[in-house]
T-cell receptor, first 117, second 117 residues
Framework: NAGVMQNPRHLVRRRGQEARLRCSPMKGHSHVYWYRQLPEEGLKFMVYLQKENIIDESGMPKERFSAEFPKEGPSILRIQQVVRGDSAAYFC???????????????FGPGTRLTVL | AQKITQTQPGMFVQEKEAVTLDCTYDTSDPSYGLFWYKQPSSGEMIFLIYQGSYDQQNATEGRYSLNFQKARKSANLVISASQLGDSAMYFCAMRGTSSGSARQLTFGSGTQLTVLP
């Protein structure tokens, strides 16, 4: 039973380029979350998606960042025109479909380490 | 708004001894869940244990137990019989049960645990 998959594990981009981070949730999970971890800090929520829907993007920067979770395929976090401050670890988590109970544990992928030169 | 506070940036424990990692929280949700995650130096986030706010008993998972004191709003993690492999960063996290934005996890700043041989 495969866990949450993320790729690439490491990504290097130059300033101004685009970064695309992919996340495949655990089998049977339909809820996907993206978090960002800056060096020496805890994880900060970015966006919560279900298939073809963005449910909550209150943690997403207003510009350059977007996320999608299409009907088929992985969830994508896209960062356009990257800047040095985007360098961080980006984690994806998934949880099963539910009625919003607090018991729904989020299982994390291994993360993508983005370095912007 | 939810808030998690971890006041111990670093902790040391002798191998085979028990250690308690502190976590206090603040929320206006009537029902909520508390989680602990482990992040070893390799970077992945590993789910350890969950406590529901209405659970009558403290959660236990192997060598991990959660000392939940609702009136004090604390959810401390206890690791018994520490092993060298327990050396890692530990994060306390919370989520509520409302729809939408409360599904996100709010993380503390973490505690770096070092197990000494």
């Amino acid at each position: 039973n495969a866990g949450v998959m993320q790729n690439p594990r490491h990504l290097v981009r130059r300033r101004g380029q685009e970064a695309r981070l992919r996340c495949s949730p655990m089998k049977g999970h339909s809820h996907v979350y993206w978090y960002r971890q800056l060096p020496e800090e805890g994880l900060k929520f970015m966006v919560y998606l279900q298939k073809e829907n963005i449910i909550d993007e209150s943690g997403m920067p207003k510009e350059r960042f977007s996320a999608e979770f299409p009907k088929e395929g992985p969830s994508i976090l896209r960062i356009q025109q990257v800047v040095r401050g985007d360098s961080a670890a980006y984690f994806c988590a998934s949880s099963p479909p539910s009625g919003g109970r607090s018991t729904d544990t989020q299982y994390f992928g291994p993360g993508t380490r983005l370095t912007v030169l | 708004a939810q808030k998690i506070t971890q006041t111990q940036p670093g902790m040391f424990v002798q191998e085979k001894e028990a250690v308690t990692l502190d976590c206090t929280y603040d929320t206006s949700d009537p029902s909520y869940g508390l989680f602990w995650y482990k992040q070893p130096s390799s970077g992945e986030m590993i789910f350890l244990i969950y406590q529901g706010s209405y659970d009558q008993q403290n959660a236990t998972e192997g060598r991990y137990s959660l000392n939940f004191q609702k009136a004090r709003k604390s959810a401390n993690l206890v690791i018994s019989a520490s092993q060298l492999g327990d050396s890692a960063m530990y994060f306390c996290a919370m989520r509520g049960t409302s729809s939408g934005s409360a599904r996100q996890l709010t993380f503390g700043s973490g505690t770096q645990l070092t197990v000494l041989p």
